[in-house]
């Protein structure tokens, strides 16, 4: 069965510091997700893309978050400046016309 | 008060046993999902449903949209069973934002 693909899987990094956590969707779809759950918590949705452009987005994502697919494959998040309420585990999901939607595995950020 | 609440929060079952997770939701919807997150943190698409029953093997999802209500049913339990199951709907508002339950934890024991 396709996959999605995220890396890496850790991440450790210092307050303050930019991460960037990389995903590699399902090559035929169109839609690319990003949630995160902070440990011991829900899924949170944080932002949806579609047609190159952000198309809904939760609170949480604001301006120290930003999404890109810069090469019609890789769909990245980055984190500007990250604070100690940034750790969680990140799950990048994608789906295509059919509505079902693939999870990658996640990527644990620690942010010390 | 979430908007999507599941119970129980945790379940304990004996192999074979039919169990039972249900989902209720306060916001219209467009569609609702059935998730399943493994210890190790993976998060695997069970169902989606707007409508009526859907079945696949063991797993059997119902939604009754007028009583804002779903069940997840797993016939003949098994250890390997024994994950997380969450509930997230698409709001008719925001028709791509899942909005997540706090998930019921499973485990069957053999």
């Known amino acids: 069965e396709p996959e999605v693909t995220q890396t890496p899987s850790h991440q450790v990094t210092q307050m303050g510091q930019e991460v960037i956590l990389r995903c590699v969707p399902i090559s035929n779809h169109l839609y690319f997700y990003w949630y995160r759950q902070i440990l011991g918590q829900k899924v949170e949705f944080l932002v949806s893309?579609?047609?190159?452009?952000?198309?809904?987005k939760s609170e949480i994502f604001d301006d120290q978050f930003s999404v890109e697919r810069p090469d019609g494959s890789n769909f990245t998040l980055k984190i500007r400046s990250t604070k100690l309420e940034d750790s969680a585990m990140y799950f990048c999901?994608?789906?295509?016309?059919?509505?079902?939607?693939?999870f990658g595995s996640g990527t644990q950020l620690s942010v010390l | 008060k979430n908007e999507v609440e599941q119970s129980p929060q945790n379940l304990t079952a004996q192999e074979g046993e039919f169990i039972t997770i249900n989902c209720s939701y306060s916001v219209g919807i467009s569609a609702l999902h059935w998730l399943q997150q493994h210890p190790g943190g993976g998060i695997v698409s069970l169902f989606m449903l707007s409508s009526g029953k859907k079945k696949h093997g063991r797993l059997i999802a119902t939604i009754n949209i007028q009583e804002k209500h779903s069940s997840l049913h797993i016939t003949a339990s098994h250890p390997r069973d024994s994950a997380v199951y969450i509930c997230a709907v698409y709001s008719s508002y925001n028709t791509d934002k899942l909005i997540f339950g706090t998930g019921t934890r499973l485990q069957v024991f053999p």
């Open positions: 999901a994608s789906r295509g016309w059919d509505e079902k939607l693939f």
């Open positions: 893309f579609y047609n190159n452009e952000i198309s809904e």
